[in-house]
Structure formats: C-alpha cells, structure tokens
C-alpha cells in the first residue's frame, strides 16, 4: 500500500484543482484510500466484484446506469463536478439503491465537498457534510475513515417517529402560548400548520431552499417584523409571485388563502428556531394530524371530534382498500411495459418509434390513474351538523356530504 497522503498535502492538492469529474473523480477517490490508510479498489478487490470503480447497476424506473464506486456492505459513491449539484447525484444513487444491496452509506461528492447520506431503516438519517477544511480535523478524519470501515458511526439513535413526536411536542408548545395571549384554537392550529408547511416545502423545494429558516433566523428577536414577514410571504404563496429576490409557485388548496400570521412571543421564537434546523426529510408526515390535535385546546377536542388517528390504524385501512389494488394494478402495467420494451429494443426504425410511443402512453395513462386517486378521511366532525368535513377542513374550510 503507497504511504499515507496527508490531509496537508492532500488539501492543498485538491483544493486548486479545476480538472472536471471525469478527469479528477477516480484520482480523488484514490487520495481518499491513501488518506483514510485503506486499500485501493484494486489492491482490495482484485475482481471487482465487492469493492470497484463504474459498478453496473440497474435503475429503480427502468434502464441501466454505473456507480462511480462501489464497497460492497458500506456505500455506493456517486461523484460530481466542482460546484454541481450534489442533491441530483444523491438522487441518481437511490435509483441504484437496491442493486447496490441497499448499503448503509450513500455519499456523494463535487472533490471540494463530501456529504455522506445514511441509509439505515427506521432511523431519523440526517446527512453528514465533510469539507476540505474538516479533513484537517481529527473528528473529518475519523468521518473519512469510518466511511470506509465503521459506516454505524453515520447511524442516528432516533427514529423517524421518535424525531416527529419531539417536533410536534415543540409546536404544543407554541400553541399553548399564543393560546395564553388569547389566540382561538382553530386559528392557531391553522396557523402553525401554515408554518409547518412551509418547513417541509423549503425542504422538498417547492420553497427555495433555505428561504424559510433565513427568515426565522434574521427575525428571531422580532416578531413582529416576523410577523410582517410571514403575512407577505402567505399572500404570494397564496398566488404566486415574488418574494424579495425569490420566486415563489402558487399554492392552492385553500391553506393560504388569506395573509393572516399570528405574533409569537420571544420562547416561542427560540422554539421554532429549534425545530427549524431539525432534518425535516427525516419528519413523518402525520405530524400535521399530530400538530392539529395538539393546538388545539385540550377541553374542546371531543367537542369538535378531532382526533390524531395514527399511521398505524390509517394503514389498516389504507393497505386494504387502496394500495392493495394499486399494487395489483401496477403489477399488470409493469408486466405490459416490459413486453413492449423488449419488442421495442428489438425493432428499427418507424415500428421502433412506434412502439416507443405506446410505451410512453402506457406509462402516462397509470401516472393519470394515480393522479385521480381521490381519499376522502371524514375524520372530523362536527357535533351539531349531520355534515362530514373533510380532514382538511382545518386548511379548506369545505365541506363533503356523508
């Protein structure tokens, strides 16, 4: 094995560089064994079976692809060019999740930048980020090497549920202020479920990245300006537009259909300020039915019958009735799909083409069926109307008929 390449000499290497992906990834990878004191891919493996450079693996929807690096039980490795963008090649790794065997690390890397993203079960797997500054650490060194031989030391102790019953435990915090100040309960839950909205939409990106914790964050000791802010926010969301310098899509639905932000006092802030920087992609949806029930106020829940029904017991339900037979029918497209590719993969010319249209129909039509899929959850209702309310009255305002 060459000497060890010191996290110096091995910064100072790659921090001038300018070479693209092609030219610097597989170089780069070799720095990183001789840095971490591991083996090289070839030196480990000489068959290149467990542990190799361009791993042919098939992806998730169809097709074949190539893992720039592969270690058999600790990660797939996908690498970018300087700058990229990394979140692109993380998705590009999950369409070769499963015939990586499913490894515990996903990493990603643009030579400047190391983010490594776990891949266990259950668990609440936030992303660990490692820079060419932190390699000149101990606690980056230890991060590099336990990349290539401990990939547990990525492993959080918190599970997804854990992680959203501590999150919505933060909002009931919230709510029982602003329901001391004098707020109504009904408005409350709308409005936290406004703010909660937003923290996983900047998160998917339906919000720009970040947008939504900057404003928390440079209005912490102001809330009222952040009160101000949230009502401009709300009012463009609620038709599209521009927000300071960012452009924000149309959200409909009814959830914003006025501006109105309720002022949250100082602990309130410190907080939302908290749960903001929480990993909201390790966040179980159901905390809106979670957050909704706890806002509101203790006494009048059974009043108003709402109540957080669990993933548990909507799964009982839903498993059953509607992804049973969606399955099914998925089953049956799929089948279809793959006879008309190998007839296509097999044709030339205009009946190739043809064929390729079909194809694109087929697939079209199921993502038409799915898209109509409506579920109606008369969950909540009111005591004194014989009227159901759909479970997103609190948001809407609509009603259904029973």
Not at 4 to 30: D, G, I
Not at 285 to 301: A, C, Q, V, Y
Request: with cysteine.
């Amino acid at each position: 094995m060459p000497a060890a390449l010191t996290p110096q000499a091995f910064v100072a290497k790659w921090r001038k560089t300018t070479l693209k992906e092609s030219a610097a990834a597989n170089e780069h990878f070799l720095d990183l064994c001789q840095l971490a004191d591991h083996p090289t891919p070839a030196m480990a493996d000489a068959e290149g079976t467990s542990f190799t450079f361009e791993y042919g693996a098939a992806k998730l929807g169809g097709g074949q692809g190539f893992a720039d690096v592969f270690k058999r039980g600790c990660f797939g490795w996908e690498y970018k060019g300087k700058h990229a963008n990394l979140d692109k090649a993380y998705q590009q790794l999950l369409q070769y999740r499963e015939a990586l065997h499913n490894p515990p690390l996903l990493v990603v890397s643009d030579i400047d930048t190391i983010v490594v993203h776990p891949n266990f079960v259950n668990r609440a797997n936030r992303p660990t980020t490692i820079t060419l500054d932190d390699l000149l650490t101990p606690a980056g060194m230890a991060a590099l090497r336990a990349i290539f031989t401990d990939p547990q030391h990525f492993e959080s102790p918190e599970t997804p549920e854990s992680v959203t019953q501590r999150i919505a435990a933060d909002f009931a915090r919230i709510a029982d202020r602003l329901r001391a100040s004098g707020a109504e309960s009904p408005r409350i839950a709308h409005f936290l479920i406004r703010l909660l909205f937003c923290l996983f939409a900047e998160d998917v990106e339906l919000l720009p990245r970040g947008l939504f914790a900057r404003l928390i964050e440079r209005t912490h000791y102001q809330p009222a300006a952040f009160a101000a802010q949230l009502r401009q926010l709300f009012a463009v969301m609620a038709t599209g537009g521009w927000f300071g310098a960012d452009p924000i899509p149309h959200f409909n639905g009814g959830l914003f259909d006025d501006d109105t932000a309720l002022e949250l006092d100082g602990e309130s802030m410190d907080v939302l300020a908290r749960v903001a920087a929480a990993d909201w992609g390790a966040i179980e949806p159901s905390i809106f039915g979670t957050l909704f029930e706890r806002s509101l106020d203790p006494n009048k829940r059974s009043q108003l019958g709402a109540h957080y029904t669990s993933k548990e017991d909507i799964l009982l339900i839903v498993e059953p009735v509607l992804m049973a037979p969606l399955r099914r029918r998925w089953a049956e497209v799929k089948a279809e799909a793959e006879a008309k590719a190998e007839k296509r993969d097999h044709a030339r010319g205009q009946t190739r083409a043809n064929l390729d249209k079909k194809l694109q129909d087929l697939c079209r039509d199921f993502a038409a069926e799915l898209a109509a899929v409506t579920v109606l959850d008369p969950a909540y209702a009111a005591a004194t109307s014989s009227t159901w309310r759909c479970a997103r009255c609190s948001i809407c305002g609509k009603r259904c008929t029973a």
